[in-house]
C-alpha cells in the first residue's frame, strides 16, 4: 500500500495519507468510517462484516496478490529443514504453552534444546490465517510466543536466536535469506506436491505450497468510491500498482485476476467473495474470481 501509494502521488499529484496496523486494527478503523480503504492480509469475517452493515459501510473487495506465510529458523540450525503441519500444531496449539519448549519435543532426534518461538502479533491478519490453517481455529494458539506487529522486529529476533522458530509473511523472507532459513512444510496431501514444499512464487501460486498460501486484499468503502480520488487510487492499485506487488516481495495474482478485479471494481461490485466468513483454507482467489464472473453472464 505504502508503495503504490507513493507512485500513485508522483504520478497524478494527489497526497495520499497512508497508517500503519494490523487487518484487526484495519478493519476496526475501517468499519468505524474512519479510513476510505484498508489493506487486509485475510479475507473480512462475520463479526466485521457485521459491524460495518451495522455503521452502513457497503464495501468493494479487491484480490490483489498473494503471500506464503514463511516458517524461518535461524542459519545456525543444523537440525531442521522441514516440518509437518502437525508438528506446528504440536508447538503453536493452546495446550502447547508451558508444555512444548524444547525442540526434542516436536521431533524424534532433533536436539534436546530449548525452543524459542516467535510469531505475527495477534491483531493481524497473519496470525489469524496461521492459527487457522496449522491449529485448525482462527485466534487460537498458546500465548508464551515473541509477537509483534512489526515483522522487522520478528526477523531481527529469529536472526539472533540460534533456538528459534517464527512464522511471518513471505516478502519479510524474501528480503532476508541471507539472515534466515525457511523450513519446507508437508501438509500431507499428495495432491498439493509430493513432501516437503519450500514456500516460492511459484510453490505460492501453483497452489502446492499449503496450508499456508494466503490472498492479500484491499477493501474500499462504496460511498467513498463517490469521491473521484479514492476511485482514482483503486484504478491505479489495479491497472499499475500490480507490478509492486512483486517488487515489494510479495507475489502477483494472474493476470485475468486483475482484470476481474477492476471489473469488480469498476461494477461497484459489494461484499465478499469469502461470504464475510474470514479465512477460507487452500481456496484459490483466481477461481472465485472467476465463478463470480461467469455467474454475473
Known amino acids: 500500500m505504502s508503495a503504490v501509494g507513493s507512485q500513485f502521488q508522483k504520478a497524478e499529484l494527489t497526497k495520499v495519507s497512508i497508517a500503519v496496523s494490523?487487518?484487526?486494527?484495519?478493519?476496526?478503523?475501517?468499519?468505524a468510517?474512519?479510513?476510505?480503504?484498508t489493506g487486509a492480509s485475510r479475507p473480512i469475517t462475520t463479526n466485521e462484516a457485521e459491524v460495518c452493515q451495522h455503521a452502513g459501510i457497503e464495501y468493494v473487495e479487491v484480490p490483489i496478490g498473494y503471500d506464503g506465510l514463511s516458517v524461518l529458523v535461524n542459519p545456525k540450525n543444523d537440525w531442521a529443514r522441514d516440518i509437518t503441519v502437525p508438528e506446528l500444531k504440536k508447538i503453536w496449539?493452546?495446550?502447547a504453552q508451558g508444555q512444548v519448549m524444547r525442540w526434542s519435543q516436536v521431533r524424534a532426534g532433533w536436539p534436546d534444546r530449548e525452543?524459542?518461538?516467535y510469531g505475527a502479533g495477534v491483531d493481524s491478519g497473519t496470525y489469524d490465517y496461521f492459527t487457522d490453517a496449522v491449529v485448525g481455529q482462527q485466534h487460537s494458539s498458546r500465548n508464551d510466543f515473541t509477537s509483534s506487529e512489526d515483522d522487522e522486529v520478528l526477523v531481527k529476533g529469529v536472526e539472533g536466536d540460534e533456538l528459534a522458530?517464527?512464522?511471518f509473511g513471505y516478502?519479510?523472507?524474501?528480503?532476508?535469506?541471507?539472515?534466515?532459513r525457511a523450513l519446507a512444510v508437508d501438509d500431507g496431501n499428495p495432491s498439493n506436491g509430493d513432501g516437503p514444499i519450500l514456500p516460492s512464487p511459484e510453490s505460492v501460486q501453483n497452489g502446492t505450497y499449503q496450508p499456508l498460501s494466503r490472498p492479500l486484499f484491499v477493501y474500499a468503502?462504496?460511498?467513498?468510491?463517490?469521491?473521484?480520488?479514492?476511485?482514482?487510487?483503486?484504478?491505479?492499485?489495479?491497472e499499475r500498482g500490480w507490478k509492486l506487488v512483486g517488487q515489494v516481495g510479495y507475489i502477483p495474482l494472474p493476470a485475468s485476476a486483475y482484470a476481474l478485479g477492476m471489473a469488480r471494481l469498476s461494477a461497484r461490485t459489494t461484499g465478499s467473495l469469502f461470504g464475510g466468513q474470514g479465512s477460507q483454507i487452500g481456496v484459490s482467489v483466481a477461481d472465485l474470481l472467476q465463478r463470480e464472473a461467469r455467474g454475473a453472464k
Open 22 to 31: 494490523g487487518t484487526l486494527g484495519g478493519f476496526r478503523k475501517f468499519c
Open 33 to 37: 468510517g474512519e479510513t476510505d480503504i
Open 93 to 95: 496449539e493452546p495446550a
Open 115 to 117: 525452543l524459542h518461538l
Open 165 to 167: 522458530l517464527g512464522f
Open 171 to 180: 516478502m519479510y523472507y524474501a528480503k532476508n535469506k541471507d539472515k534466515l
Open 221 to 238: 468503502a462504496e460511498r467513498s468510491l463517490a469521491r473521484t480520488q479514492v476511485a482514482a487510487f483503486l484504478n491505479f492499485y489495479l
